[in-house]
């Protein structure tokens, strides 16, 4: 089944390579989508693919980077259902 969800990352997530870390394991976990920071400091990552892949995908995402620190993620399902055609960083 697949999944459409939104993830807010919080912590020391911006300037340690958290959006490539991210784009990384979204390749590896066939997942499409986007991850992008935000004015807060978070990033925010907006994606879609089958269960079990965003769920390996999400562990990953919830350690980080070695020099991150994620403080809290928040994860809420999407009700849009948009299809990307891959994953990309958004600036």
Known sequence: ?????????EGRVQGVGFRYFTCDYALKY???GFVRNTC?????IVCNGVENDIDAFINKIK????????????INERSD?????GFE???
Request: glycine share 6%.
């Open 40 to 44: 807060s400091g978070s990033v925010e």
């Open 30 to 32: 066939n997942i499409t």
């Open 81 to 85: 259902k948009e299809d990307f055609d």
């Open 63 to 74: 350690r980080g980077p070695s020099f991150s620190f994620v403080s809290d993620i928040k």
């Open 1 to 9: 089944m697949k999944k459409y969800i939104k993830i807010i990352v």
């Open 89 to 91: 960083i958004r600036y």
